[in-house]
Nanobody
Framework: QVQLVESGGGLVQPGGSLRLSCAAS????????MRWYRQGPGKQRELVAA???????NYLDSVKGRFTISRDDAKNTVYLEMNSLKPEDTAVYYC?????????????????WGQGTQVTVSS
């Protein structure tokens, strides 16, 4: 069974930094795009950043220049480096990934989500 497990959340003061990690495990054969989403209190879930298997990235406008997404394919892990954090970045952060699984010799892609990690930016 494929699992995505996030870590690295916590409480940080405005202007501080955090690094989130999301590690995939299980009988996967490939991972395409990996993404970070967030859902703040009373808000809809939004896409924060994404990185393709080729290394292309895109970001939510409000985090450009402050957040950096990266991946380590040897570890099946995606990271989100968050700097200059603001109170409005407070949210539960979720990762997801397009994971390839082989069934009866055929590879198919499935979308998996992690359980989320809380990030709170407050003084």
């Amino acid at each position: 069974q494929v699992q995505l497990v996030e870590s690295g959340g916590g409480l940080v003061q405005p202007g501080g930094s955090l690094r989130l990690s999301c590690a995939a495990s299980g009988p996967l054969v490939s991972i395409d795009t990996m993404r970070w989403y967030r859902q703040g209190p009373g808000k809809q879930r939004e896409l924060v950043a994404a990185v393709t298997s080729g290394g292309s990235t895109n970001y939510l406008d409000s985090v450009k220049g402050r957040f950096t997404i990266s991946r380590d394919d040897a570890k099946n892990t995606v990271y989100l480096e968050m700097n200059s954090l603001k109170p409005e970045d407070t949210a539960v952060y979720y990762c997801n990934a397009d994971v390839g699984l082989t069934t009866v010799g055929v590879e198919r892609k499935y979308l998996y989500w992690g359980q989320g990690t809380q990030v709170t930016v407050s003084s």
